[in-house]
């Protein structure tokens, strides 16, 4: 009894010490809403049983503990009515749990058709997420921006290990398996930002494989997208910034629009890096685990070693002077 309040205070601080909270408890759309109301359900009823149970035997030890002068009770063996109702009762809330967990998991699974859909491709790689729009023609990484009151189809795509596609406050998580191209689809009512999290361990940096779900109203997610479609202006103010990212080889693996890539469509496989064409307007960096601000970038080009070790990134020994250069490039890739 003691352990109970004990547990319910030590989660509500565990949430409450979430940024944003991104909590299953927290749902900001149909799908993570069907799986709070079975979590709740099963609470309930698991919390029922509970206090029946925990409840009787109090009762029971308390009712017949042994007092001075007190006859020797009556001795019983067996009582088939109380153990068919220990087994029937038990057999009866398993099977009601079992049929709201069946309809939950056939709801959360069925793509509804009809209404707004967005389609949308998530790449998992060790360590970060790509997200591709494929009738947008747009690719993207560490920010996956969708419109509200959509339902947002995810294809989930992996060629190295297993990841998991997770946003708590959206839809509960599925692998993104090699060799195996799941699917879910979730919609977001309100706008906002959402935290993601890759949730099944991929190796060193699993942990900080992060992204953002960005919902913004449909109008504001038409505007991105044109923007998107664009290549990123190129300011001659930053054109040492462009030729260092040519000379330093940064484009042996990262695509721009304009600069190496004529188009989205046509990104080689070779190019293993995020895309970079829009850098400058993306929420987070470097998989996920930093904001995008000039501070960041130039400490992930100083050393992405120290920021997140064994990631694919290398040190390219840069100067301060050309880290700036390079910064001011990149920021400006809007
Ligand atoms: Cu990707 Cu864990």
Not at 49 to 77: N, Y
Not at 139 to 160: C, F, M, Q, R, W
Not at 294 to 301: D, F, G, I, M, S
Not at 306 to 321: F, I, R, W, Y
Request: glycine letters at 8%; one cysteine or more.
């Amino acid at each position: 009894w003691g352990l109970l309040p004990l547990a319910l205070l030590l989660s509500s601080l565990l949430f409450a010490a979430c940024g944003g909270n991104p909590s299953i408890l927290n749902p900001a759309g149909p799908v993570a809403q069907d799986e709070a109301n079975l979590f709740w359900f099963i609470l309930g009823v698991a919390t029922f049983v509970f206090v029946v149970v925990e409840g009787l035997l109090i009762w029971s030890i308390i009712r017949f503990r042994e007092r001075p002068g007190m006859p020797t009770p009556r001795q019983i063996h067996g009582n088939t009515t109380l153990e068919i109702v220990w087994t029937v009762a038990p057999s009866i809330f398993l099977f009601v749990v079992l049929v709201f967990t069946i309809r939950t998991m056939f709801q959360v699974d069925t793509i509804p058709t009809g209404g707004q859909q967005l389609e949308v491709t998530a790449v998992g790689h060790q360590w970060w997420w790509e997200f591709d729009y494929p009738t947008q023609k747009i690719i993207t990484a560490d920010d996956l921006v969708v419109p509200t009151g959509t339902v947002v189809h995810v294809k989930l795509y992996s060629n190295n290990v297993i990841h998991s596609f997770w946003v708590p406050n959206l839809t509960g998580k599925t692998d993104v398996v090699p060799g195996h191209d799941n699917e879910k689809w979730f919609s977001v009512d309100k706008p906002g930002t959402y935290h993601g999290q890759c949730a099944e361990y991929c190796g060193l940096q699993h942990a900080n494989m992060a992204f953002n779900v960005i919902a913004l109203p449909p109008d504001q997610f038409a505007t991105w997208v044109s923007g998107q479609q664009q290549a990123a202006a190129n300011n001659p103010q930053y054109a040492r910034g462009l030729a260092l990212f040519k000379s330093k080889g940064c484009t042996a693996c990262h695509g721009i629009v304009g600069v190496n890539l004529n188009d989205f469509n046509t990104q080689p496989q070779t190019l293993v890096g995020p895309n970079l064409t829009h850098f400058g307007s993306r929420d987070l960096i470097a998989g996920g685990v930093l904001k995008n601000t000039p501070e960041n970038l130039a400490k992930w080009l100083h050393d992405p070693q120290a920021v997140k070790p064994g990631n694919d990134m290398p040190n390219l020994g840069l100067s301060q002077s050309e880290i700036n250069d390079l910064v001011a490039y990149l920021e400006s890739l809007k």
